[in-house]
Nanobody, 124 residues
């Protein structure tokens, strides 16, 4: 059974850092590009970042560019999202998602498999 599990969320102060992890099971990560998305209360889900199967191509939303870094370790079946210089507007539930395609795209409709999410809170 294909499964994605996010972890690493929590409370961080403005300017602080968190590292999210997305551990996959039930499939070989090598063949899947991965995206990170987030949804704040009362807002639509938005794309944050994505990474291609090899890790050679990454994309970021303008709102996180220069602050967040996505990476992957296929041997560990894990994708990471390092979040630095956190802001209150980064507060949201963060989801990872997988699609069986080499290149990634920061578009939720392109992804077939989703995790349950992890809460990130940055107080103002």
């Amino acid at each position: 059974q294909l499964r994605l599990v996010e972890s690493g969320g929590g409370l961080a102060q403005p300017g602080g850092s968190l590292r999210l992890s997305c551990v996959v099971s039930g499939f070989t990560l090598d063949y899947y590009s991965i995206g990170w998305f987030r949804q704040a209360p009362g807002k639509e889900r938005e794309g944050v970042s994505c990474i291609s199967t090899s890790g050679g191509s990454t994309k970021y939303a303008n709102s996180v560019k220069g602050r967040f870094t996505i990476s992957r370790d296929n041997a560990k079946n894990t994708v990471y999202l390092q979040m630095n210089s956190l802001k209150p507007e980064d507060t949201a539930v963060y989801y990872c998602a997988a699609r069986q395609w080499t290149m990634c795209i920061i578009e939720s409709r392109a992804y077939d498999y989703w995790g349950q999410g992890t809460q990130v809170t940055v107080p103002s």
